[in-house]
């Protein structure tokens, strides 16, 4: 060690005080700062107390050491009653009591060192036990680390065995170690400081989104999702506390809204749906929770309501919606509403979690009796509603373990009666509803997003049997709803068939038309797809929906499947006249280059019928129903 330096008074501290005569077991303790909460408050707001080593603050630690030529160094922050060392070396621990530490004294003077020359023989730190005991410090330098508030949070210490001392270029060097451990500190707050800021503006910006996605943006009130929670919440928290829900909702649809549009444009539309929420609102009682549920639809949770409760606040908002509702700088505009209601408490019967369907059930009866209607959802709505999210559930779940069936019904030609082909049928047995009509738990399946993974698993089970030769046939034909028709239609029927080993013209796809296909760009665009990778594409229930005659010529099909109610005609009073629709559809199919075909032949009357009319191909419980199992020729 550098022993030029002498040690001066002001090294010292110059409010140094005189031993008392019964020195204190571990010395003079080390006055506190006369600002020693605001020191506290800003060392903890530096974020850095018992936080992980850092290399940043171990290099200067180390640089610390080498200045001083010490074996002992360390980075102390001193705390309300310990001092803790960010970074150390030569110590064993991180931390020591205040009342024993050199670095509490240190704090005392900021802009000065804090130099022990000799600690055994200096009376404040004669008995200190870490002067007496390990690691028997001799001597002790302390420069003050001050943060930028002006607090010495700490310091950059120095310390040895022996008794020792540091020439003025060496406190010159320590001084410049603690303006680094000053600067990163502060780096260290201002990175906490942004973090937190950040991490407040992210949950700001996620609770904005939230919102965003759960609340209408013309009206700011909240949509289905939060209304459908609030119903739950309560009917939860009334069985929780023993007692049974009593709560009620009501299903508004504003009549004539469309007009309001057209006559004044979007922007005062939208100007008329704000003012009209808010009427809506004054009409409910304070408690009710109000939801945009649709374009023209709202809907609301009213507690502690029974029927005639709702039915009464039904009964204002028609009488309020007399009143023609006004909007800044739009003409005031006379509407109405049709409402349904549904409640769980007396006079009605509906389950909680089933009252929005069922007031929504009920709301679609009130639009078939006219304006300014309101039905109360009785229980024959809630056991349908009930026994339709049952039925929900349990297809899903057969979807998923794939316990759905494919029954086959052959196509056969009229010329000789062979089987040509076989179309492929969705079927479904359940333990609880039995075996399941096709049109109702395709249209279930629609309904809620579930019939693309139908029509998936009948493509894949169809192709496999057609593979495996079960099928004697020399085409197998698929349904696909227009409500499972997307983008990636062609590259699923395509690996479909790649996997099967299937040839694409030996499939044929039907597609009903009550899709309207003329007015469906998607679908055309798919099927265009389709018949560009050779895939048949049959137009099933032609006669029965809303393609054009004229757009036959552009739309992307080879067959004509004629819809059975016009085969239906074929015998009976209307015979003739449906025999002339079908002879001049099939002309017009071959003119066209397409081949047609009759469904639900039921009697050979018909079958005759349609080989007179220039049909060539039938399918219908003449020939066969559907069934598990290949089909012969039938001759």
Not at 89 to 114: L, M, Q, W, Y
Not at 226 to 238: E, F, G, P, S, Y
Not at 268 to 280: I, P, Q, S, T, Y
Not at 578 to 593: C, E, N, P, R, W
Request: aromatic share 4%; proline share 5%.
């Amino acid at each position: 060690m550098d022993g030029e330096h002498e040690p001066k008074e002001k090294d010292l501290g110059q409010d140094r005080q005189d031993p008392p005569t019964s020195p204190m077991p571990g010395g003079l303790k080390p006055a506190r700062p006369d600002n020693e909460e605001a020191r506290i408050g800003d060392l903890h707001d530096l974020g850095v107390l018992d936080s992980a080593a850092e290399l940043d603050f171990d290099h200067l630690v180390q640089t610390a050491a080498l200045i001083a030529g010490t074996k002992i160094a360390a980075l102390s922050l001193v705390d309300k009653d310990r001092q803790w060392f960010k970074s150390s070396t030569g110590i064993e621990g991180t931390e020591t009591p205040r009342d024993v530490s050199f670095c509490a004294h240190a704090i005392n003077e900021p802009d000065k060192p804090f130099i022990v020359e000799d600690a055994a023989s200096d009376p404040r730190f004669a008995d200190n036990p870490l002067v007496a005991h390990s690691p028997g410090i001799g001597f002790y330098a302390g420069i003050p680390v001050v943060s930028a508030n002006g607090h010495a949070v700490g310091t950059i210490c120095v310390a040895d065995q022996q008794p020792g001392s540091l020439s003025d270029e060496q406190i010159e060097a320590l001084r410049g170690i603690s303006r680094q451990a000053t600067a990163l500190l502060e780096l260290r707050r201002r990175t906490k400081t942004l973090g937190a800021v950040l991490e407040r503006e992210r949950r700001r910006a996620a609770e904005f989104m939230e919102w965003q996605r759960t609340h209408d943006a013309t009206t700011a009130l909240p949509m289905r999702e939060l209304l459908d929670k609030r119903i739950n919440q309560m009917a939860d928290a009334a069985l929780l506390n023993g007692r049974v829900p009593t709560t009620s909702v009501l299903a508004i649809d504003i009549s004539g809204f469309s007009n309001v549009n057209a006559a004044f444009g979007r922007e005062a539309g939208d100007a008329v749906m704000r003012e009209l929420a808010w009427l809506l609102a004054e009409s409910l009682p304070a408690d009710a929770m109000l939801a945009r549920t649709d374009g023209t639809s709202f809907a609301a949770v009213v507690p502690d309501a029974d029927l005639s409760l709702v039915g009464a606040v039904a009964h204002s908002i028609h009488e309020r919606l007399t009143i023609p509702v006004a909007a800044s700088g739009v003409e005031a505009v006379t509407l109405s509403a049709v409402i349904g209601c549904a409640s769980c408490g007396e006079g009605g019967s509906i389950d909680p979690r089933l009252m929005l369907p069922a007031a929504e059930a009920a709301c679609a009866e009130a639009k078939a009796l006219g304006p300014r209607s309101t039905v109360s959802a009785g229980s024959e709505t809630g056991s349908a509603i009930a026994r339709n999210s049952r039925m929900r559930e349990a297809l899903a779940a057969a979807i998923r373990a794939e316990a759905l069936t494919v029954a086959y019904m052959p196509l056969v030609r009229l010329a000789d009666r062979k089987v040509s082909g076989v179309e492929a049928l969705a079927r479904w047995r359940d333990p609880e509803f039995g075996q399941v009509s096709p049109e109702e738990f395709i249209a279930l399946a629609e309904q809620h997003g579930m019939v693309k993974l139908i029509d998936d698993f009948v493509m894949r089970t169809a192709l496999a049997d057609f593979a495996t030769g079960r099928l004697d046939s020399e085409t197998v034909a698929v349904n696909v709803s227009p409500a499972g028709v997307d983008s990636d239609l062609t590259a699923r029927i395509q690996t479909a068939l790649e996997e099967a080993g299937v040839e694409p013209e030996r499939l044929s796809v039907e597609i009903t038309e009550r899709a309207g296909l003329n007015d469906s760009p998607r679908i055309c665009s798919a099927l265009e797809d389709l018949r560009s990778l050779g895939v048949k594409v049959a137009l099933d229930d032609f006669g029965a929906g809303a393609t054009s005659i004229a757009h036959l010529r552009s739309l992307p099909i080879s067959h004509l499947k004629i819809d059975r109610s016009l085969v239906a005609d074929l015998v009976g009073p209307d015979a003739e006249r449906a025999k002339m629709v079908i002879s001049a559809i099939a002309d017009m199919a071959t003119g066209l280059g397409l081949e047609t075909l009759g469904e639900g032949v039921e009697t050979p009357e018909q079958a005759e019928a349609l080989t007179d009319a220039g049909v060539r191909f039938a399918q219908g419980m003449l020939f066969g129903a559907p069934a598990a199992l290949p089909m012969a020729d039938l001759a």
